[in-house]
């Protein structure tokens, strides 16, 4: 049974999709605030999250970048906002697909099943992280080298949360800015510099691996 997470503050959204979901055979979990939404994140362990972005205690993009640094799961955001620079905000930081309110029924039903295929036979988020003699255990924010703890700053952990959670793939500046929850002033010196500072702490890369950045 596929477990679903709506995150939504308007009641009556969140009743109509839980008819139409559990129809489906899906187990529904609510959650009316991001903090709540984060807590059930957290706890329920949802296979896949319907997110609204105008939330009462702060914008769903938090959500998203929040879960972005532990879990690969399916977010679909379903917005009353219809402005290209919303969705892109959104898709950048880190959610799978975005459909505008009003919506219909089938088209949502639709996009999940096609989130939950690209998804399909992926790996369990897997809570420690190991490469060589470094274990990252991402939801304790806890690196440890050998027998060394090794301290980042926040930022620091969230990016390389960011990079743990992609592998394999080119993130932009952009998608690294977003999705590790970045000032707008930095730039792609501030993103390497950081970077290359937990290369250092973490594995003391060759020279040559400074330079590539």
Known sequence: MINVLIIEDEHAIRRFLRTALEADGMRVFE???????????????????ILDLGLPDGDGNAFIREVRQWSQMPIIVLSARTEEQDKIAALDA????????????????ARLRVAMR?????????PLVRFADVEVDIPARRIVRGDEEI????????????LLNNPGKVLT?????NQS??????????ICGS???????????TRRARSIC
């Open 31 to 49: 959650a009316e605030t991001l903090q709540r939404g984060l807590i059930e994140a957290a706890t329920r362990k949802p296979d896949l999250t």
């Open 173 to 177: 500046q952009r998608q690294l800015l």
């Open 181 to 190: 929850g970045g000032r707008t002033r930095w730039n792609t010196a501030t």
């Open 151 to 162: 301290h980042l700053t926040p930022i620091e952990f969230r990016l390389l949360a960011v």
């Open 118 to 126: 690209r998804h399909a036979g992926a790996q369990a988020d897997e």
């Open 94 to 109: 880190g959610a799978d697909d975005y459909l505008s309110k009003p919506f219909g029924i089938g088209e949502l039903q």
């Open 195 to 205: 970077i290359w500072d937990i290369c250092d702490r973490s594995w003391r890369p």
